[in-house]
Every structure is written in C-alpha cells, then in structure tokens.
C-alpha cells in the first residue's frame, strides 16, 4: 500500500479556524443559528452549531420561540468541543435563566477561547421577575467570561437593568457599567437608532477605543446585527485582535446589507457571499 505524500499528509493535518455559536434557528435565515453559520462560511471559516431553540419567524414577523432543554444545550457543545479545536465562541439567544448558566458553565471550562456576546433578546412569559433573573444571571455569570459584547443602545440599556433610566441611559454610561460587570471589550451599535448615519462605537476599560461612521442604508433588514457579531467571531478565530477584528466585521456587515434583497413582504435579508466589487 502505498504511503500518503507530505502534501497529502499536510493536507489532513491542516486545522481550519472554526467557530461554535450557540443561537435559535430561524426559517429565513437571517437571523440566529443560520446566520451564524452562513456568515462563518462566507469569511473562510468552519461553523459549529448549538440550538438554543426554535424560532416561528418570517422577514415581516415574529410569532413565537421554542427553547432546548438546557442539558442539550450542553450535551450538543460538549460534544463538539471535546471533539475538535474551537478558535472563538460567539452566544447569541438563550431562552432562560437555566440556559444562561448552563452555558455559562460551558465557557468557564474553557477559558481560553474568546467568547462574544449578541445579547439578542428573547424572552418568553410576562413575569417582570422572570427578566429580572435573566438579566440578573447573564451580567453575573455570561458577562465575566465575555472577550466582548455587541448589543444596540436599546439592548446595552436593558443589559445594565435600569427601568428609570432606560430611555435616557448614554452609550457611555451603558459601556461603563457593563465594562464594571468584567466584559473586556463592549461595542455599542447605533443601527436602531433614528440618525443620518450608524455611529457604532468600541469601549474598553480605558475608554472609547474606535469609533465608525457608516452610512445609514435605506429600509430595514432583518439579521444586522447576528452578522456583525458573527464576523466579529470569524476575524477573532482568524487571528484578529478585538481592535481590528471590530473593524472589518463593520465593513463586511454593512456592505452585506448594502447588497442585500428583500425577498419577502418584510425586511430585507444580508447578503453574506458577497458579490465582488467593481
């Protein structure tokens, strides 16, 4: 039998840089598991996948999640992550407390892997008390264990839990106390605000680190945000640090959406394999 070549050989051995995101799957994929994947794929980099739920979705509406049971949550990622090397993590939406410290359990046995947060918000029931623990458990236990957290104005308000101050809160003051919970880097997001242009602004614990202007696009889109952080975790995985990895997930986020369709009556999806430029 004739012996592989060193080409060959090499070929196997060559690790690809992939990622492991834990999110819900959406039937348009513009948003969660699909996005993730799509937008890992798309930036050269391999894509590992945990359900966190189902979502009943379309680019018009939002109908209704389905959580997993947070032992498969974590049966699913263990699984993965005792079979091959992780490069970065990304944590998308968890249907509840127990799904947040189940995770969080997750990543605190692998503290080397850097881990970033899209606090994209799905809660499920009307108890007060039960957001309350939510929050509570993902500033206590996700937070800590986070390289960087990616949330709009809107979302980094409801993260810090202050119902007073939540439609006056500043980015700064949001960015400060979240920085305070020990998250090493928070990246603020204007997309859902009204302005001109999307000013999305990157803090460390010695301030504002970056900051970039990008022409706000017509209409609206559905899945912005998955795709911002998602590359965020594809630069992070291919080696970039925070500083420039936040950079080129912008570019690439916003000229996804600059050559997206609206396929449906709703919003208009990503275009994560991006046509080449002229």
């Not at 509406?61 to 091959?84: H, K, N, S, T």
């Not at 605190?108 to 039960?130: C, E, K, R, S």
């Not at 990503?270 to 080449?276: T, V």
Request: hydrophobic letters at 45%; glycine letters at 8%; one cysteine or more.
């Amino acid at each position: 039998m004739m012996k592989p070549s060193a080409a060959q050989s090499s070929s196997k051995e060559r690790i690809i840089p992939s990622i492991l995101s834990f999110a819900p799957t959406d039937p348009t994929c513009g948003t969660g598991l699909h996005a993730d994947v799509l937008t890992a794929a798309a930036l050269g980099v391999m894509p590992l996948a945990v359900t966190t739920g189902v979502v009943v979705q379309n680019t018009s509406m939002f109908e209704g999640f389905l959580p997993v049971d947070d032992d498969w949550i974590v049966d699913q990622a263990r699984a993965v992550l005792e079979d091959m090397p992780v490069h970065a993590i990304k944590v998308g939406t968890l249907g509840s407390a127990e799904a947040v410290a189940a995770v969080a359990e997750i990543l605190a046995d692998y503290p080397d892997i850097p881990v970033v947060y899209d606090p994209a918000f799905l809660l499920t029931g009307d108890d007060p008390m039960a957001e309350e623990d939510f929050f509570a458990t993902v500033g206590g236990m996700i937070l800590p264990l986070v390289e960087i957290v990616t949330p709009s104005l809107s979302e980094a308000r409801r993260l810090v839990q202050d119902e007073d101050e939540e439609d006056t809160l500043s980015a700064a003051d949001c960015a400060r106390r979240l920085l305070e919970l020990e998250c090493g880097h928070v990246l603020i997001s204007g997309r859902h605000e009204q302005a001109a242009q999307v000013v999305n602004t990157l803090y460390g614990t010695q301030g504002i680190l970056r900051t970039d202007v990008w022409e706000r696009l017509p209409g609206t889109f559905h899945g912005a945000g998955c795709t911002l952080s998602a590359a965020l975790t594809a630069f992070m995985a291919l080696g970039h640090p925070v500083f420039e990895a936040a950079y080129l997930a912008q570019q690439y986020t916003w000229n996804t959406l600059a050559q997206g369709a609206r396929p449906g009556m709703g919003k208009s999806l990503p275009k994560r394999f991006l046509e080449p430029r002229s």
